[in-house]
């Protein structure tokens, strides 16, 4: 069967996944409901994404800074499309606000920029399910940057799955053998980057986007993002000229355009629009939480698609990030 029909068939399913989730959300009042399936949907985009990534840099030797810079662009274009039909005049303003500029640049730069291209190079030193583990330790240090900023206490809801999500990733990484890690080196450091820019991209623009609006902070921080992904390829392709010329150039035939364009437009657009939306309603901490379907989503469509085999230890891990989502999501109702 053509990879091509495969990648479709995985949409699918887990478009009924998200239709299924919604009716667990019933119990909610709209704001939650809402934000808790943008969050969930955002996430698990994201796992698609991700193992799309996996296919193009390893079946066609993409660069990982030609795949960030394509994705970014893709999506700017986009969010800048939208932003001048339905919010031109909102735009205008936001961008003769000095505070505005800033913390767009710095959420273009910091954030978005930072977040996806160190998440495509951790997927280019280990894989796709590694990758999406590493980057949920954002689910860790979210609620930790919180504390210590004195932003409050967590509830217990909260709590239990911030410890359940970390053991998660623990058992993923060590393959129960906390004295070493199953990744190279530079897959280790370029993961936890990608969990530290992805925390600083879900906290920082909260005053912007209460200001705002997700949408349209959201878009302009993409445009940003994607000057500085440019300017980053130019550079690097510049200096690097013994690249292979396929890493900066890849013949792509149906199939990798297909994930190319899942990339650029479902993993990127979509999936910021939604999730960053998750995070305007329901806050940073259940965001990053129902976050953890990303890495679900991820070894789910890599065993699907790519063929990819887990190990006991995979799906214990795999099964504690589902109880997170049912603790979070369910706790939020009751609240």
Known sequence: MPRSIELAGCLLKFDISVLLLSGMLSAMNRNEWQGNICAFAGATLWGLSGVCSDFLLSDYGMSALLLTMVRMVAAAVLFGMVL????????????????????????????LFACQATYILSIGATNAG???????????????????????????????GVFLAFASVVCIATQGDIT?????????????????SETFYVMQPKALFEKWGSFAGTGLGMIAGAVVAVLVWAVAGAVD????????????????WVALAVVAVIG????????LRGVHLVGPVRSSLLGAMEPISAAVLSALWLGTAFTGWDWLGLCLMLVVIAVVTLGGAKR
């Open 84 to 111: 001048a039909v339905r919010h031109g005049q909102r735009v205008a303003a936001m961008l003769r606000d000095a505070w505005t500029v800033r913390q767009v640049l710095l959420f273009g730069c910091l954030g």
């Open 130 to 160: 590694t990758a999406t583990v590493m980057q949920s330790l954002n689910i860790v240090f979210c609620p930790m940057v919180g504390w210590f900023l004195g932003r409050g206490r967590l509830s217990w809801q909260e709590a239990v």
């Open 180 to 196: 070493s890690l199953s990744m190279p080196v530079m897959g280790l450091v370029w993961g936890l980057l990608n969990g530290a």
């Open 241 to 256: 000229g013994g690249l292979a010329a396929g890493a900066w150039a890849p013949q792509l035939d149906a199939a990798g």
């Open 268 to 275: 990127t657009f979509v999936s910021f629009a939604l999730f």
